[in-house]
Structures are given as C-alpha cells and as structure tokens.
C-alpha cells in the first residue's frame, strides 16, 4: 500500500466538508482558506448569511478574502467591485453596467450544528439533506468543545491515525493510552457499512486511563469500549468506560463516562489538512469540561506530531509501500472505501456509496489472530 493511488484524484470532490467552526465567522467578517487546492473566501454578511466565493476577484485576481464585508456584499480591497453570496457582482465604483462575466463561483455552504458545511465538487449534486448529523453539538446533556489544528500532513494520514486506537498507549500514556499488551490483544472488529466503515474494540477489566480517572473518579477496573465511524469525509469516535460488570456492554452507559468526538478532516492541499475537531463529554460538572477538552486537546497535538514526521519522510521516498498490520483492518477498510469514492466522484449523476461488500465484517483477535 502506498500513500494514495496516483492513478486516481487526490480529492473527494461531491462530499460535504467541514470549512470551519461557526463561531469563526462574526457578522462583517471574513476569512481566507484553502480546500481541496482551491483558494475560498468564507464570509457573513450583515443579515448573518454565510457564503463561500472562490478567493480570486474576477477583475485583477486579488484575493476577496483581503477585502472588506459591506452589507450583503464582499467587496474587493483593490478596485471596490462588490460581491454577493452567490458569486455575482453587485457594484463596480463608477460603472451603471455590469457585465454578465463579472462573476466568480460560489460554493454552497450551510450552516449546521456550530459546523459551516462547504461542498466542493458539483452544486447541482449538493444536497443539504445529506449534510452528516451530528446532535451532541447541540443536545444540553453533553458538554464540548472544539478547535482547528493545521496539519502538515495528507489528509488519508489522519483518517488512518484516527480508525486504529491501537497506538494510544505509546503515543498517549499520559492520557488516554493504558498498557500496550491490552490494546494488542483487544478484539477489533471492522464492519463495511453502505455509506462507511465501523470499528469496535471492547476492552473488559481494564486499568482506566488517567483521562478516566480524573474525570470520572474511577476506583477499580473498568469495562471500556472504542467505537469508531467513517463517513465521507469525517469520523465520529466514541469511548469510554463503566465500571466493570455493571452494564457497558449492553447498553447501559449513563452510569460510566463517555467522550464522543467529531473528526472533520478537511484536505487543504495533497500534504496538508484541515482538522475541526470537537470532544463532548457526559460529566458536565465543575472543570470537568474543560479538562477533558485540555487532555484530548494535548493527544491530538500528539498525534499531530506523528503525521507531520510521517508526511516528510513519505515525501523523502513517495515511491516506497507502506506495509499493514492486523490492527489496520479498520484503516484498510476505509483506504478501500475511500478508492471506490474517487474512482466515481466525477461520473455522472448520484456518487454510489454502497459498496458490493456492504456488511463484510473483519474481526482481529487476540494476539493478533485474524478471523472472519
């Protein structure tokens, strides 16, 4: 396995993306990013509506992300044409007429659950409907917070990182790891899903993690659980833990502590990302919160670390494999579904997510056994 296939696009294009947190983008104020290899200017005008233009003023190619937000428009530092959220030109200083072609695209960009969802592909084909749900965002049982780390690293790097938890304990021991035998000897169990892939891992009697303990108080053993969902293009992980025997595994967790995170991974360019990510927990008393979010927060800064080393030495030899363990069936799942996504991303009409082995379950046992 290599870094990407080089006979396919590096992007997903119809899929929705995260383009930033919501709170990003005050009323009048604008902001520059780059998605896909495509420079955006996000902005929110003066009634709150959100748009997305390609950052590159029709006129003399300035960037409209330099520019200033006057009323419902985007107006160009450099000349002063004015541009609504749908990607015409409204004014041009001292000219009545404004030409068909004074125009630039326009991206459709929604704004859902504290996230601004951008689509870059086909706006025919955007459909708001499928923007991914994401309801502990806005649910008061559950506690968050969330940030955006820029990561110098391709964006299927950080999909793999998060669809095998199986380095917590030598990249996070501090934190959320735990003794490194357990999490070699956890079965993990990998299921093909008609729009993504699943990955389960149990982890009965456990130590708890020091996270755990500092959030839940955890006296004992535990009994904990990793359960891990890709979509195009995001991944939602939960874990946590019970203590032991007192009904983790039968869906009896309100008594435990649970941490649900949200992944956006947006690609900005072939080597580097856009992470929006958020953790909400079910403790919502005192620090806890933010502890929480403090400690996740420090993982990922970890985690970040990996990436970027990764992506220089991949860089150094781009022609070299990348060899699979066990442990990777979850991240080989999703590189398979990820494949199926590009070689269809541009055809005609509605993008077939179901893959032909949709509930295709792979299991990887203890000490490392496969089964199926």
Sequence with gaps: ???????????????????GWA??????????????GQPVALFRTASGQVGALEDRCVHRAMPLSAGVVDGEALRCLYHGL??????????????????????????PLVERDAMLWIWMGDAERADENAIPDYAFHRDPVWAWRGAHFHVKGNWQLLIDNLMDLSHLP?????????????????????????????????????????TYVAAKGFKGLV??????????????????????????????????????????????????????????????TGDIPDLVFEQTARTFEEDQIVLELQQRRIEQSPERPIMDIASDVGGRFTRQFIRNLLR?????????????????QFAVGQAGSAEN
């Design 1 to 19: 396995m290599s870094l990407r296939d080089q006979t396919l696009p590096p992007f997903v294009h119809n899929a929705w993306y995260v383009a």
């Design 23 to 36: 709170d990003e983008l005050k009323s009048g104020e604008r902001l520059g990013r780059t998605f896909l």
């Design 82 to 107: 004015e541009f609504g959220t749908h990607g015409r030109c409204t004014h041009i200083p001292a000219q009545d007429k404004i030409p068909a072609t004074a125009k630039v695209r326009s991206f």
């Design 344 to 360: 269809n991303d541009g055809a005609n009409g509605q993008v077939n997510l179901v893959s032909s082995e949709g509930g295709e």
């Design 223 to 284: 009994d904990r659980w990793q359960e891990i969902e890709f979509e195009p293009i995001l991944i939602r992980i939960h874990t946590g833990a019970c203590d032991e025997g007192t009904g983790a595994y039968d869906g009896k967790r309100e008594h435990g502590f649970s941490m649900r995170g949200f992944h956006g991974i947006t690609p900005e360019t072939e080597s580097t990302t856009h992470y929006f990510w958020s953790m909400a927990t079910n403790v919502t």
């Design 170 to 210: 030598y990249i996070h021991p501090h934190t959320i790891g735990g003794n490194p035998e357990l999490h070699f000897k956890t079965r993990t169990v990998a299921t093909r899903q008609p729009n993504g892939v699943r990955v389960e891992r149990r982890m009965p009697a456990s130590v708890p993690p020091p």
